[in-house]
């Protein structure tokens, strides 16, 4: 059999789809994807937010990432010659863009800077926000497009319709430590890779064992039996601060991670209701995205779970 060559291979990471007949951009040195001069560029990103319902105008995120009202995004009309007509009327239904400002040589591509707001958002306010394509222009005159064919998902019975301006707020606030973690490497950005394959999934089961392990990957310490215990205990510990909101918070996340281990070892092929499964794997979304929450708004305690077992067994044990 012929020998796959790496450059199809998905990556891991939050890009938007896998890297197919235009990955003679890139090449790899080590860990390090290295752009040609086209991609190092700088460029201005902009990406219709499809099912954004938000009664403002414009916020700022970042200070290289925007919401813009849809009337300062009328040039998508000069990309017709990619788009196809149902895509073209597509722009035209937004009512908000994102807009990104990038650097040319930036850590974080377009993609991940936008996948990165999409999952600051989804913890802040769950909603059916998407985002189908995107459209850049660059200081040589180039003008890139993309279609982003991982997209994210949402959850009948937990999704919210509106947007508020306290969610964009709180979606800021998560914003620079969820781009922190992911660009340092370490295992907070492992835990934000299966957080985002969750995300994007549209099977329930591959969602929960995807969310289940990225919680696992933020709350373990030790590779020794009792594993769900130890992880509620965990989980209870840094989401609570009374002994009965511990005490609630162990038994929930303990029930719910149970699911996880009927999914793994072949135990739910009999689960066949879909109300049902939705409503656990919502319970299970909020875990996460609650988790998420106090990590990512807590510098001292995302440089703790970035640590060894050793560091993180201290903190969440106090011993």
Known sequence: MKKASRETLP????????????AERYREVGNVV?????????????APLMSFVWDGAQFCIAADTWLRPA?????????????????????????????????????????????????????????????????EETPSGTKPFARHLDRFQWIRGQVRE????????????????????????????????????????????????CWSAA????L??????????????????????SQAG?????????????????????YAHDRSGSVRNLRDLATFSNILRRLWSVVLTNPDLSEILEGGDDVRRKHLLGS
């Open 71 to 135: 009337k300062d995004y009328e040039g998508f009309n000069q990309y017709a010659y990619v788009l196809a007509p149902e895509e073209l009327d597509r722009c035209r239904e937004a009512l908000h863009w994102l807009h990104i400002s990038r650097k040319g040589g930036e850590g974080l591509s377009a993609g991940e800077k936008i996948n990165s707001f999409l999952m600051a958002l989804w913890i802040a306010r769950p909603t059916a926000t998407h985002v189908p394509f995107r459209f």
């Open 34 to 46: 290295l752009l040609d001069a086209r991609a190092a560029e700088d460029a201005e990103i902009w």
């Open 162 to 209: 509106h947007v508020r301006d306290e969610h964009l707020s709180k979606a800021r606030d998560l914003l620079p430590g969820l781009r922190r973690a992911y660009a340092r490497r370490k295992r907070l950005r492992n835990a934000l890779i299966l957080t985002h394959r969750g995300c994007v999934s549209t099977s329930w089961q591959v969602a929960f064992v």
């Open 220 to 241: 373990t310490y030790s590779r020794g039996p009792g594993v769900t215990g130890r992880l509620a205990r965990s989980y209870a510990t840094l989401v609570t601060v």
């Open 246 to 266: 511990a005490k609630r918070a162990e038994e929930l996340f303990a029930k719910s991670y149970s699911i996880r281990s009927d999914i793994v070892h072949g």
């Open 11 to 22: 990556e891991y990471n939050l890009r938007a789809g896998v890297r197919g007949k235009h």
């Open 215 to 218: 919680a696992e990957a933020l």
